[in-house]
């Protein structure tokens, strides 16, 4: 597991404490995204596919510039194209970079029943460990962004790691670096939002996008990965950016309710049992053939008919 110098903060389906933490002192990282300034050139499409050696991936021609029409197994990230019509008549391309978001409260972590197969690091950042993982699929229908994809070959799961290897070295991920018009950024949560912040204003004030905002849902206690949109309030028109995502209620009721009062239960089950064994004493054994009375249960005289041929004696030849 290239985990470097970073320090695990939660582990999918570990009951116990996480080895070390608190030990090493780690800055929130983010990765910013400024849309308004993004020309679609897919350089960081490239740059993530060679930096983490994935296998080649046709493309998928559906009527746009985008290279196929969602992420997959092998394509971790990818260039939404979305043609807006405004209101007055004019076109805009609203282009998306389109990754994982490093939720602070993951719903792949929190779905996942597999030990150590999703971490989450203290700087934010959500790895899957392929050795772990199972193949259940749960962390597709915990991620309100749709990101885990299923690869039917190994039965792994897989998802961009914000290059996490590349990120505990002291480096930035590989998408940043080939970015040539400085829309992706790499820094601490602090200065990045600080930063989209900043865009944002600029837009509202001297662009005329009066709805310009800044993309970091409270709702998943903040991403990792803020985007600087045009009009905050339509997010779903970049290519279907969910206005205000939720963890499934399912999975926060299982971990936060249901399941500590099921372990309650089950500990409450054993002193219950010792004392029904106190007080009523052993259960005395069920009666077996031994113990039944005559012609109930046991086997009778059998006629000769009913008997198998007796191929040790020789046969009658009347």
Not at 98 to 107: A, S, T, V, W, Y
């Amino acid at each position: 597991m290239p985990t470097g110098t970073l320090q695990i903060r939660a582990i999918s389906a570990h009951s116990g404490s996480v080895p070390g933490l608190g030990v090493q002192r780690e800055e929130e990282v983010c990765k910013y995204i400024d849309v308004t300034t993004c020309i679609g050139c897919k350089a960081c499409e490239v740059a993530c596919a060679e930096w983490n050696d994935m296998p080649f991936q046709p493309t998928a021609f559906d009527n746009t510039y985008q290279t196929m029409p969602a992420t997959t197994w092998s394509y971790w990230n990818l260039i939404k194209f979305n043609e807006h019509q405004r209101n007055d008549g004019t076109l805009m391309w609203l282009m998306r970079k389109d990754q994982c978001m490093h939720c602070e409260d993951p719903g792949c972590l929190r779905a996942c029943p597999a030990d150590g197969a999703i971490v989450q690091y203290t700087n934010g950042i959500v790895d899957f460990q392929q050795e772990h993982c199972i193949g259940c699929q749960y962390c597709v229908s915990g991620c309100p962004f749709d990101i885990p994809k299923f690869n039917s070959a190994t039965k792994k799961m897989y998802k961009c790691t914000l290059c996490s290897d590349r990120v505990g070295q002291g480096l930035e991920p590989a998408c940043i670096k080939s970015c040539p018009t400085g829309c992706l950024k790499f820094g601490t949560k602090t200065d990045m939002r600080a930063l989209a912040d900043a865009r944002a204003r600029q837009l509202r004030e001297h662009s005329g996008f009066a709805n310009a905002g800044v993309y970091d849902p409270p709702s998943v206690g903040g991403t990792h990965v803020v985007y600087v949109l045009h009009d905050l309030t339509q997010p779903e028109l970049y290519g279907g950016l969910p206005a205000k995502p939720t963890i499934p209620a399912t999975y926060t009721v299982w971990k936060r309710a249901a399941k500590p009062i099921g372990l309650l239960l089950a500990l409450l089950a054993a002193p219950v049992a010792f004392f029904h064994y106190i007080t009523e004493g052993p259960k005395p054994p069920s009666p077996g053939p031994g113990n039944q009375g005559p012609g109930f249960g046991a086997p009778g005289p059998s006629s000769p008919d009913s008997q198998g041929p007796n191929f040790g004696e020789p046969r009658d030849p009347r």
